[in-house]
């Protein structure tokens, strides 16, 4: 990090749900902080606060030299990009823009491409850890672009975030968060399907809520498995072999009990049936294939 960036003045486009929370952590940021929204109403309390206010993206980069995106979707973030009144109008050369919102991977290349033709960095920088984490000051930040940029990026960031990943050139900042949210609503899913189970069982879901997440905070939970560097099979003398073998067997049986006690209640859990099926597998730890021929 360079003295420049370490008091380098920021700008914050876009105070919805996610980017008012990250923006009030800017606050603090001794290089000063210009904010801008298209609703007068959001900006007050941060003009109030000390920021200054401004009505366009274009002024945004006359004012700030790391500039953060928190828009809805690849159609704003383009446009406050380079949209008649967008960031590169007035950009000057050496200007860091990170996009927090959530966009494809090849939209986040495209407007990189755009951003280098005018000596402008663009990063693809998603969170996550939503709006507590941000209120917190704990977000997690997956970054895709230079290491440049990410260098010039990392003090500003910590005001809002305790992990910031350099995941890999422009791009790889997405695929990381796709990746993740694909865990988180496929979790979500499975959730809805527990919840099935446990009602249909007679069980309390907001007792059953407590106990999920006092047990994942404990072990981390789905993250807890994320431990290797590849998804290949394990071989049998891998120090992985047995720990990630145990956690097989314990899956299968739980699995294979909570699948019995839905026939019972005549409850249908697909998920759980493509767990059992593909738990093993996934985890690298493949139960051999026997021999079925005979001599």
Known sequence: MTTESASA?????????MGAPIARRLLEWPGGLT??????????????AG????????????????ICVTVIDDAQVTEVL???????????PGTVVAVHSTISDRTAEELAAR???????????????????????R??????????AVDQIRAPFGCFADLIVHAGPVGAGTRMKLARNLLHF????????????????????????????????????????MLRDTTAPIEPDDFWFPILGHVRDLGEKDLSLALELGDRLDVDLPLAQ????????????AHPVLDKETS
């Not at 380079?82 to 007035?90: C, H, K, M, V």
């Not at 280098?116 to 990063?123: D, G, I, L, S, Y």
């Not at 493509?274 to 730890?285: C, S």
């Open 115 to 137: 951003c280098a033709e005018r000596q402008v960095e663009f990063v693809d920088a998603p969170v996550s850890g939503g709006a507590p984490g941000a209120t917190q000051g």
């Open 9 to 17: 003045p920021v700008g914050f486009i876009g105070l919805g749900n």
């Open 35 to 48: 904010v801008c929204d298209v609703r007068p109403e959001v900006i007050e309390p941060f003009v109030a």
């Open 186 to 225: 496929i979790s979500f899913t499975a959730t809805t399907e527990a919840q099935r189970l446990a009602e249909a069982a007679g069980i309390s879901l907001t007792a059953l809520g407590k106990v999920v997440r006092h047990s994942d905070a404990v072990t981390g939970g789905p993250g807890a498995i």
């Open 274 to 285: 493509l767990a059992v099926a593909r738990l093993a597998e996934g985890l690298g730890v």
């Open 82 to 92: 380079i949209g008649p009144s967008g960031i590169l109008r007035t950009a000057a």
């Open 139 to 148: 977000l997690a930040v997956m970054v895709g672009g230079s290491a440049a």
């Open 51 to 66: 920021a200054r206010a401004v009505a366009e993206p274009a002024q945004v980069a006359e004012h700030a030299r790391i």
